[in-house]
């Protein structure tokens, strides 16, 4: 199964709709929005900068520096070894995919996680198997290397994670009631239904961590995990896209022959493949997975006031790949989408029946949006 992991960035915001705005304020909200904090997620999360992983070190040199050194080498050696095997069995990026795995069960510390690892079929397994995460080749790989994750955890925890945690997430307590207070004007969960045609939980929640940037990360059920000095046009723009996995049954009619016309296109095909996979969606399945959600979430960022100018946005996410997301967006848009709602799995179904995903239309379409050449969407000109 393809890795959902997606990554924030604090960009300018556009103006909502005006009229969609006050339609927001007028109607009572459907969402219900809950935020916390857990120790166990930020231990899952820590394992980037302690893998040595640049796309983590920059962020947290300083904090691997000053706890790694705690560890002891074997240890410190298989973190790493762990991470590489995780991406090499198709597995991905390990810390985020183990947060998925964890959160059928206790994630407040990093004792609950042991427990967990101790005993993952009998903690683990039914609410994994239970959600739509499930892969059976990512809990047959988990299985295997349980005990050498057990062993990575017992010693962060005698090396003091929680005291080391808790001197860098001074304030949480107040970032969290101020964030839940300034959630509540956004409606979230009724653009979710509206657009796509489905019945959504009304509980959106929201877990702050201290170590995982770059990431934010849906786990199992509504919740998803991002950075506690994220802001609030950051998190709400994170829970308009992180609700929405998968935006479409991935395994339903309509995903199944857009799969078979994107599988054609050299383009599409092109950026998949050659990538960089530090980003994930090494999938097409996947590609169209995160592609179509986050054409959805512009739409309503936009509505909500915090949306992001669509090249921009597009231009400066994980090197240009999301070049699918573009077209969608500009397609969706043409159609009113906002407006109107209804199905998105109808919509999509209809787009593959009417050819509106064919390389000669798709381009195009994707060239206005993303404001680049239509010969070169991808890979990005470096200026």
Known sequence: MERRLFLAAALAGLAAAPHLAKAQQRKPSRTRWKVRASEGFDALAFLGPLAG???????????????APRLPAAIRTDIAGLWQEAETAGFGLLGPVLSVLFSGNDDSSLAALIASADDP?????????????????????FLSTAPRLKAVLEAMQAAGFAAFRAERTVGLDARIAELTRDLAAYDVISLHEKLTGRSFD????????????????????????????WNTAITVRNAAHEMLHPPVAM????????????EKDALIMRVVRDHDPQWGYT?????????????????????????????????????GIHVLAGPFSGMLRIDQ????????????????????????????VAARVLERPVTGLWPLIKS
């Open 53 to 67: 992983r640049e796309l983590y070190l920059r962020f947290y040199q300083a904090d691997a520096d000053a706890f």
């Open 121 to 141: 079929e009998a903690r683990l397994l039914s609410a994994y198997r239970a959600s739509n995460n499930w892969s059976e080749s990512d809990w047959a790989w």
């Open 202 to 229: 009304p509980e959106i929640e929201v877990v702050l961590l201290q170590f995982c940037k770059p990431h934010g990360i849906k786990v199992q059920g509504q919740t998803f995990l991002q950075a506690a000095d």
């Open 251 to 262: 395994d339903g009619p309509a995903a199944k022959a857009a799969l078979a016309v994107l």
């Open 283 to 319: 999938t097409l399945d996947g590609l169209l997975n995160e592609d179509l959600a986050q054409a959805l979430d512009q739409l309503i960022g936009e509505a909500l006031g915090v949306g992001r100018n669509p090249a921009d946005r597009w231009r400066r996410s994980d090197d």
């Open 337 to 364: 989408w906002i407006e109107t709602g209804g199905s998105l799995e109808d919509w999509l179904a209809r787009a593959v029946e009417t050819g509106r995903l064919a390389p000669a239309r798709l381009h195009p």
